[in-house]
């Protein structure tokens, strides 16, 4: 099993450009979550999943969108990137919210705004 | 509202040393905390969870509702125990909290 995978693992991008990052997964994990990792900022939740079809907001959704068409995918979009948006992006996925459920995590993506 | 508080950003000690990273939670229902670890260049991953009760890698992490802690303790300190620490707050369904994360830095 490749457990959670990200595409792309870098990108840069200009202000204004548009891009999806691509999480996936192949643990038939029910949730799955999108992160950004900020220097002296630790983790904060973008947006999450609890299931196909379904999304919801986290602690910083703003200038981001999400979709779970499938099961096993979770993608993030950038419509019009800002330098703040500069990050490393990490997706998780765990099998529900039962007690001691773990988070198990893909290897990230840096994202750089110029 | 949930929060985690690691209060030191940065924690060094000698490699045999005793070494506890704090982390304090605020939180009104019955909490699951956990502590993930990413090495360096490596993904984040699960160290310990409080319900498992568990000791890895010599790490051991007890819940003290009282205090509203959950330390990560380990007695002997070993230089690839250099790491970042996050701790984490099972909450909402499907909402998890993270503190700000502890640097680690075991010297030889």
New interface residues.
């Given amino acids: 099993n490749a457990g959670?995978t990200q595409t792309p693992k870098f990108r840069v991008l200009k202000t204004g450009q548009s891009m999806t990052l691509l999480c996936a997964q192949d643990m038939n994990h029910e949730?799955m979550?999108w992160?950004r990792q900020d220097p002296?900022?630790?983790?904060?939740?973008i947006h999450?999943?609890?299931g196909e079809g379904t999304t919801?907001k986290?602690?910083v959704p703003d200038g981001y969108n999400v979709s779970r068409l499938k099961k096993q995918n979770f993608l993030l979009g950038l419509e019009s990137a800002a330098p703040s948006q500069t990050s490393v992006y990490?997706c998780?996925s765990s099998s529900g919210?039962g007690?001691?459920?773990?988070?198990y995590?893909?290897?990230?993506t840096r994202l750089l705004v110029l | 509202a949930q929060r985690v508080t690691q209060p030191e950003k940065l924690l060094s000690v000698f490699k045999g040393a005793p070494v506890e990273l704090k982390c304090n939670y605020s939180y009104s229902g019955s909490p699951e905390l956990f502590w993930y670890v990413q090495y360096s260049r490596q993904r984040l991953q699960l160290l310990l969870r409080h319900i498992s009760r568990e000791s890895i890698k010599g790490f051991t992490a007890d819940l003290n509702k009282g205090e509203t802690s959950f330390h990560l303790k380990k007695p002997f300190a070993q230089e690839e125990d250099s790491a970042m620490y996050y701790c984490a707050l099972n909450a909402n369904a499907g909402k998890s909290t993270f503190g700000d994360g502890t640097t680690l830095t075991v010297k030889p």
């Fill in positions: 959670v949730y979550y992160y002296g900022m630790g983790l904060r939740l999450y999943s609890v919801a986290g602690e990490f998780a919210v007690r001691g459920e773990t988070q995590f893909g290897p990230g």
